[in-house]
């Protein structure tokens, strides 16, 4: 049998809270704070997995609920494992399906026993249960599996935030029982909005169950993006040192460094790689939306300190062509591009920790990305 998950803890800064860890998983170790490339339906959009490896992706993200409708926990199972079925030799997490059901699936009914949804693909109904969600996961072969639980709008009133945590609290002991404690890891999932009374409590309930992992829910749900920082800052030192904690679906560049130096050390968001297929482009100088005029005739790259193929090899004016002309193309480059920008601000986070230098990087990354440039649009993020 592998070896199973576990994370050690390396270096804390000396000037804030973030955290230089290592996790060990049986697919390979992962570098702490770490973004997670999201890879929903067993591949990470408009990229191939020789493009995530040469970018130095260490560990992907699936998801249970889509995987379950498409093409099933049960095909994937007979044909090797999601590692096999995808090709991908390094570490994988699976989301438990739980935000999907509450936000795509159709006349979701909750009751204590699980979620009873119509699947948003062809109506057909489905019960998704704490036990049913574990299951899933571990016949996906995940290297990491997270607790099912529910997760209520970051505006909903107290009393339903309230009945959300009681209920999570509830799934969250089912799905530890459920969890066959092989070589992969759970996490438990800590909600409340934004109510600090609320997450405080519900960290003290989730905690309470000894897991290999901890995460936070729940945010980049339509909060501004200063009450989500200020919330990660007092919660995030509340959940246990020794353990990995993770942030879940956040977000911009100027949120993961503001989640690191609270003391978070795992991200996912679909945000890189939606805004690359819509134009968009993070730099180290801002965002860029490369449809815009102005790039027609630029000869240079995207970002200028960039070491990516993209902005080796290819001139804003070629791939604004692209994009304007709708080539596949286009997509390729610009989410190469995006994700490589990503990866390479997490691990110049994990060298300014080691060199107790994480306050002096965090500044230089607000100020540099923070502001200027083209603001992200609405429209580019759905």
Not at 52 to 59: D, F, V
Not at 160 to 165: D, G, N
Not at 260 to 271: N, Q, S, Y
Request: hydrophobic share 40%.
């Amino acid at each position: 049998m592998s070896a199973p998950v576990f994370w050690e803890l390396l270096h804390e800064d000396r000037g804030s809270g973030a955290r230089r860890g290592r996790l060990h998983t049986p697919h390979g170790t992962i570098e702490t704070p770490i973004f997670m490339p999201v890879g929903t339906l067993a591949s990470v959009k408009a990229v191939g997995q020789d493009d995530l490896q040469t970018l130095g992706a260490e560990i992907l993200l699936g998801n249970t609920y889509h995987l379950m409708l498409r093409p099933g926990e049960a095909l994937v199972k007979e044909l090797g494992g999601l590692h096999r079925f995808m090709a991908w030799p390094r570490a994988l997490l699976t989301d438990s399906g739980g935000f999907q059901v509450f936000s795509l699936a159709k006349k979701a009914k909750v009751s204590e026993e699980g979620v009873l949804f119509q699947s948003h693909l062809d109506g057909t109904p489905h019960l998704l249960t704490p036990e049913r969600s574990i299951a899933i996961q571990e016949a996906l072969g995940a290297d990491i599996l997270m607790a099912f639980d529910e997760c209520p709008p970051s505006t909903a009133e107290r009393a339903v935030v309230e009945r959300a945590l009681e209920r999570t609290t509830a799934w969250l002991h089912r799905c530890a029982a459920a969890w066959r404690r092989g070589p992969n890891a759970l996490f438990g999932i800590v909600q409340g909005g934004l109510d600090l009374g609320l997450r405080r409590r519900h960290v003290q309930e989730v905690c309470a169950v000894e897991l290999p992992g901890y995460a936070l829910g729940g945010y980049s749900v339509g909060e501004a993006p200063e009450r989500m920082h200020a919330s990660v800052a007092e919660v995030a030192p509340l959940l246990p040192r020794e353990r990995p904690r993770y942030l879940m679906g956040v977000g911009t560049p100027v949120d993961l460094v503001h989640a690191v130096a609270a003391g978070m050390d795992m991200f996912d968001c679909v945000l890189p790689t939606r805004c690359a297929r819509n134009g968009l482009l993070f730099t180290s100088e801002g965002r860029l939306v490369i449809r815009n005029a102005a790039y027609t005739k630029d000869e240079r790259p995207v970002d200028a300190s960039c070491g990516c193929y993209t902005c080796r090899t290819h001139s804003r004016a070629y791939l604004r062509h692209l994009f304007s002309t709708r080539e596949v193309l286009a997509l390729r480059l610009n989410t190469l591009h995006n994700l490589h920008h990503y990866l390479e601000l997490m691990r110049k986070a994990r060298q300014a920790i080691v060199e107790d230098r994480y306050t002096a990087f965090l500044k230089d990354v607000v100020a540099r990305e923070g502001g200027g440039g083209d603001a992200l649009a609405p429209e580019l993020a759905e």
